[in-house]
């Protein structure tokens, strides 16, 4: 019981300490790919140790909604961290408090909290951005529930552990349409929760298009950092539940023995290099999408989601 629950902080902290990492890889190989210099891959940490020591300005007009976002924002992802397999095949202390749908909540808060606070501050530009944040939210909630329920049917349960052993044990479900169907589907979810192109594009910072950055225009200092590291947290944790549970459930842990749960941390590294090569891919293949077509993409989404869902329950 103690291993587990110190295993479950180890995923936390593995969390903690490399998601600024990957996104600093994130940036550093879009850069490449456009023949550009672009930062360093630790430029993140940069970033965050100077917000860090900035001092933070708060507008007068500014209520508790605005203080406490940032560490909502940048705790909700810690917790969902604690339910999924980060470095263990196995279950921790944990592992049974939530399932899958039950994360997506808990991220759901984080960014209903953010959209608060963008309309809080009093800013005009961060009510714009943060009524488009609710619109891609709103379209992007439909696609996890039909890409869970879908899972619950192949695997029985919407356990994130649960989940990943059914692929290990049953290869033929790992192949079977359906599942190839949901892979896709959440791929795409990844793409707009985490603002990439064609839904949004992290880089560019004209406040009329903004839509997943203008949410912390107002913040500075550590409410800055931490809505910051918050978003790249959010990032890792879905980037590890796609390829954790749904994509490429191996190189996890299978005992106890702490060099094998040590061990983990690199192989889930490089498996989030290989996604992150993907991601790179499709943003330096796309534009950015306008506002209104938005909705077509998330269609789209959706759409692969029921076809994942009518799939599985014509193979039943």
Not at 147 to 168: D, E, L
Not at 278 to 299: C, Q
């Amino acid at each position: 019981m103690t291993a587990k629950i110190l295993y479950n902080i180890l995923q936390v902290l593995v969390v903690m300490a490399f998601a600024p990492f990957m996104a600093g890889i994130n940036a550093r190989l879009k850069e490449i790919v456009q023949s550009k210099r672009g930062p360093s891959i630790f430029q993140p940490y940069r970033d965050l140790w100077k917000l860090f020591h900035k001092d933070e300005v708060v507008s007068e007009r500014a209520s508790w909604i605005f203080r406490v976002t940032p560490y909502v924002v940048f705790i909700a992802p810690l917790f969902v961290a604690m339910l999924i397999p980060v470095l263990t095949s196995y279950p921790l202390f944990f592992a049974f408090m939530g399932d899958m749908l039950g994360g997506g909540f808990i991220l759901a808060i984080a960014g209903f909290f953010a959209t608060l606070a963008a309309v809080d501050a009093g800013n005009p530009y961060g009510p714009m951005g943060a009524s488009r944040t609710r619109m891609v939210s709103f379209l992007v909630e439909p696609v996890f529930m039909v890409v869970f329920f879908t899972v619950s049917f192949v695997a029985g349960s919407t356990i994130p552990y649960i989940v990943q052993q059914q692929w290990v044990i049953s290869p033929a479900s790992f192949f079977a349409p359906s599942h190839i169907l949901i892979m896709l589907a959440f791929l795409m979810i990844i793409i707009a929760e985490t603002g990439r192109i064609p839904v949004d594009n992290p880089s560019g910072h004209f406040e009329l298009a903004m839509i997943d950055e203008s949410k912390g225009l107002e913040y500075s200092g550590t409410g800055a950092a931490l809505m910051k590291w918050g978003g790249e947290i959010k990032a890792f944790v879905l980037m590890c539940i796609f390829l954790n549970v749904l994509v490429a459930p191996w190189g996890l842990a299978g005992t106890g023995n702490v060099g094998a749960v040590f061990l983990a941390i690199p192989l889930v590294l490089m498996k989030m290099l290989g996604l992150i090569i993907v991601l790179v891919t499709i943003e330096s293949s796309l534009a950015k999408l306008r506002l209104f077509r938005i909705s077509e993409f998330l269609g789209a989404a959706f759409v692969t989601g029921v076809v994942a869902m009518i799939a599985r329950l014509f193979a039943l």
